[in-house]
């Protein structure tokens, strides 16, 4: 069953009555160092217990679910307990795991406190950890009772991650919105969006992925930016400049959208239209060669064959899914789509 998704400017008052309507035995919010200052007070305010752990993606892992598991089981956690998960997407997609695992399976509730938390982690049902430095190499599809989203929670977040959950809002405005596009353009950079933005933003995720839950065709699209976004990030992760995965979407994104013009996809105007829009986005790197990215490239899960597989604007609010390129053509068309090459 799909989460119930709220929007609301008064989260205490949300949360307590989606606890109330779930009756449950006891409830328990889980977050991480920097997001205790939010589960904190809510948790006094419900009587409720805190687990806390420390920040940071190497924590997103095995060790620390058993730790969380043994927790529960300490306090006497039964199957009609309730796991409040506040935090960004590692504490979200960590606490789903952990609960839908606990007892198999006991119900929680997602309050994101990242951009990307909220636009994109918390939404869709994706759970896992990280096993050996494998993003995500385990996990559930398992869906929480309810996800609140309330954007004073960002006020707390760095800049610098808020700017990159902003990624993922402009990848959402391009494939089908263009005027959250445009309404997201008027923002400054560091400004948080105000809640129907996001609300519009976390709709666009939910009603391409109620199309195509398991990722056969449509949901394809969410990929905009990705297959180049996850070669960046990838490449960066081992210099001294490892970039967040919003900053590596944005790049990816920009290069797409010249990979979408360059084919004759995208008409121009858009292109450079979605171009200036992204321009201000980049962060200040030195872009590889191109042919660095290729060994990330060729590994993309979404790949078919020896092809590599795009998702790419056809217009402003529109877009295509399953653009296989050989790698050859690819790096032909390297020297329009990448500033260095
Ligand atoms: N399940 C999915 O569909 C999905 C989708 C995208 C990303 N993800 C996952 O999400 C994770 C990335 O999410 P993220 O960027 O939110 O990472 P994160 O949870 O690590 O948060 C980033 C940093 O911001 C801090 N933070 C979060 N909220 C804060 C707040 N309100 N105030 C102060 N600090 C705050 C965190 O403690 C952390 O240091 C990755 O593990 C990724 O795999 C999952």
Redesign the pocket.
């Known amino acids: 069953m799909a989460a119930q998704l709220v929007f609301t400017q008064t989260l205490l008052s949300e949360l307590q009555a989606q606890l109330a309507a779930l009756m449950p035995s006891s409830v328990f919010l889980l977050c ?4 205790r ?2 589960a904190a007070p809510l948790a006094a305010a419900l009587e409720a217990a805190v687990l806390e752990v420390p ?3 190497e924590h ?1 892992s095995i060790e620390t679910a058993y730790r969380l598991w043994k927790e529960l089981l300490a306090a006497g956690a039964d199957r009609q307990a309730v796991l409040v998960n506040v ?7 960590l606490g789903g795991f952990v609960a839908g695992n606990y007892k198999r399976g006991i119900r929680c509730i997602h309050v994101p ?2 951009l ?2 909220q636009v ?2 918390a ?2 049902g ?3 950890i990280n096993v050996q430095g494998v ?2 190499a385990v996990g559930l599809f398992y869906e929480p009772e309810a996800v609140l989203f309330d954007t004073a ?2 006020h ?3 800049e610098r ?1 808020l700017v ?2 902003k990624a993922e809002m402009f990848k959402h405005g391009i494939l089908a919105d263009p005027a959250l596009f445009d309404a997201l353009q008027a923002l400054e950079k560091a400004e948080i969006p105000a809640l129907d933005l996001l609300q519009r933003a976390v709709e666009i995720k939910c009603n391409i992925v109620a199309i195509d839950p398991s990722e056969q065709a449509e949901r394809k699209l969410l990929n905009f930016g990705h297959t180049l976004g996850h070669a960046f990030e990838s490449y960066f992760m081992y210099t001294e400049q490892p970039l ?2 919003g900053e590596a979407v944005f790049m990816g994104m920009l290069a797409e959208t010249r990979l979408a013009m360059s084919l004759g996809l995208l008409p121009a105007a858009t292109g450079e239209l979605i171009e200036k829009a992204l321009l201000p986005y980049q962060v200040e790197v030195h872009w590889p060669p191109f042919e660095a990215l290729m060994p990330w490239l060729l590994q993309d899960k979404k790949n078919r064959g020896a092809k590599i597989s795009f998702s790419l604007p056809i217009a402003l609010g529109d877009a295509i899914f399953d653009k296989q390129l050989a790698p050859d053509q690819l790096l032909a068309l390297a020297p329009q789509i990448y500033p260095s090459a």
């Not at 991480?32 to 997001?35: E, I, K, L, Q, V």
Request: aromatic share 0%; no cysteine; glycine share 20%.
């Open positions: 991480d160092a920097n997001t200052q939010h920040a940071g993606e997103k935090g960004g997407g590692m504490i979200t997609d406190s990242s990307l938390g994109d982690a939404v869709g994706k759970t896992g993003k995500n929670l960002l707390t977040l760095p991650e990159s959950g967040l995965h």
